[in-house]
């Protein structure tokens, strides 16, 4: 467990803010995500700070770790921008009431309607990731008679130290044109179309990367890719380093806090500017985009354990309420995460457990042959670090409605997404008139 000011164990109680976990549970209901506002402007705050250390710069949050319109909000309220990958975040941040000259729309096949939309808000940047884009994006962009901004998604060829469905940056990437290879002929063909205006470079090497190297690596890279840009006469006023910083799931990962993330966004910023004045390029408007280091640890999933199945000497399964419908990372990716009972927090873990969904998949497990308190029916089961990409890739799965989400903020605790109904699940079903009799 990664303690702090708004997580902790009191009374033998997990308190989140000034809450009781179970108080929680009982109030709102399980399955339920709780996020942790203080922890999220925390965050917010540090990494602002840290990305205008060494010059100016913008953090804009990754919609697709967590889209609600209340964090949107929370998070433009301490000055980040947004990135969205979909016209759905990008509808999300306009009813936010976003600034959308701080929105950058990314993704590496965004449809005619997307690119409508996008022009349509006036968004700031568009991260043209393919020939397709920029061709659509040119034309819509005239018959707007609008000269847009964009940024060119490009492939450093950097390997991140990470494991292969997060990783976005090794050649052969579905992601971006290679700094090596088409990127400098299809940056030549932006700066000298009519419609559109180079503004930068747009970089992303995967997720839940710790080792730093692999970002040195990729500035290293792509600012000698700015210098040959510099040689052609073309001027890169941005670079957008992308996000990608790894969070604490198990103890097997690094304990990092707020000021422990801005540190590396600051050794990002220190890099980019050393780098460029070697190079002799004038120093670039940074951005870094993070997602889940500013909203996984701020997020906690209760449950209320049900069935328990023991297979002495093999294993036990303690099934809860949820599953892979509100937390799909362990049928994706194996991904690991802690756990506690959190009316029994300060119990020592001394059970080793494997934690079922209530799903029909045998894969349908938050995870394996993890440390837990003895459980029992009843109990109230926190597992930590959900708050990124678990409710923004929760589904309807066996008809399972998505969890509601608390925030917590300090002393106050409300819905921001209020619970589905069944009438919801059922929202956009309709029975063609043949089949009416
Ligand atoms: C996913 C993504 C991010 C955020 O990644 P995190 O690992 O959540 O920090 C940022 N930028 C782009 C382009 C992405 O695809």
């Known amino acids: 467990m990664n303690t702090r000011d708004t997580l902790y164990v009191k009374d033998g109680n997990l308190m989140i803010g000034s809450f009781k976990a179970t108080e929680l549970a009982a109030k709102f209901g399980t399955p339920l995500y709780v996020m942790d506002a203080q922890y ?96 659509l994006l040119d034309e819509k962009a005239g018959r707007r008679g609008v000269k847009q901004d964009v940024l060119v998604r490009v492939n450093p060829g950097v390997s991140a130290h990470t494991y292969e469905a997060v990783m976005t940056a090794a050649p052969f990437s579905k992601f971006g044109f290679d700094v090596h290879g088409d990127a400098l002929d299809v940056i030549k063909d932006i700066a000298s179309r009519k419609n559109l205006n180079f503004r930068g470079l747009h970089v992303h090497i995967g997720s839940q990367i710790y080792d730093h190297s692999s970002y040195d690596a990729a500035i290293d890279i792509t600012t000698d890719f700015v210098k040959k840009l510099a040689d052609e006469g073309i001027v890169t006023d941005i670079l957008d380093m992308g996000g990608g910083y790894g969070i604490y799931y198990t103890d097997e990962d690094p304990k990092f806090t707020p000021r422990r993330y801005a540190y590396t966004v600051e050794s990002i910023a220190r890099l980019v500017a050393e780098k460029s004045a070697e190079k002799g390029l004038k120093q670039p408007f940074l951005i870094v985009e993070p997602g889940r280091s500013i909203v996984g640890e701020a997020g906690i999933t209760l449950y209320t354990v049900g069935a328990i199945k023991d297979f002495p000497g093999v294993r036990k399964y303690v099934a809860v309420d949820g599953g892979m419908f509100d937390n799909p990372r362990y049928a994706l990716y194996e991904s690991r995460y802690s756990a506690v009972i959190a009316n029994k927090a300060d119990k020592p873990a001394d059970e080793i457990v494997t934690i079922a969904g209530k799903c029909c998949e045998s894969g349908d497990l938050i995870g394996k042959d993890m440390p837990l308190q003895h459980a029992e029916t009843g109990d109230i089961l926190a597992v930590f670090s959900t708050g990124a990409y678990n409710y923004s890739m929760a589904s309807n799965y066996n008809l399972n409605a998505v969890p509601p989400v608390v925030l917590v903020d300090g002393d106050k605790a409300d819905y921001i997404v209020k619970p589905q109904t069944y009438g919801d699940l059922l929202r956009n079903n309709t029975v063609p008139e043949w089949l009416n009799g």
């Open 40 to 135: 999220i402007a925390e965050v917010c705050d540090a990494f602002v700070a840290a990305v205008n250390k060494c010059g100016s710069g913008a953090v804009a949050f990754a919609n697709k770790a967590f889209a609600t319109v209340a964090t949107a909000k929370l998070a433009a309220a301490h000055g980040l921008w947004f990135d969205v990958v979909s016209g759905g975040e990008l509808y999300l941040v306009a009813q936010a009431g976003a600034d959308m000259k701080k929105v950058l729309f990314h993704g590496n096949n965004k449809t005619p309607r997307e690119i409508d939309e996008g022009l349509a808000h006036g968004i700031g940047f568009f991260v043209v990731d393919s020939l397709n884009e920029l061709e």
